[in-house]
């Protein structure tokens, strides 16, 4: 028995293009008629098989320009910009606690005994 048809499937490579793959039947009850469409949307192409991209592929991202603000806001950004506010601002609100109540923190922070590493593990401080 004969094979009555013959399907090939046309897939183009064509650096920075994408096309749409093509099913091609060539019919041999019918004198090797020809007919050829498209597989993503059905479409029946014309006589003559002409294939156009249907887009250009983009390979690359195109880098975004320096900016402050982004690197402000970057995870490094506003770690060094924390660091800054503990160097600077911390040692001001430092100066401006009370001498006496600063002696008293002092002496509650001496008395009071180290965690140990078991006593954080089952949750007393």
Known sequence: MATSH???L???CAMGYFFSP???DVSARLHGQVR?????????LSDALILEPLKEEQYFEKREPF???GLLKSPMGLMVGFMLLAVFVLP???DSIDPEEMKRVQEEMRNRPAPSFSNLLQGRS
């Open 6 to 8: 013959c399907t090939h």
């Open 36 to 44: 050829a469409s498209l597989i993503e949307t059905g479409r029946v």
């Open 10 to 12: 046309i897939e183009v």
């Open 92 to 94: 001001k609100l430092m």
């Open 67 to 69: 900016s402050v603000l």
């Open 22 to 24: 093509v099913r091609v």
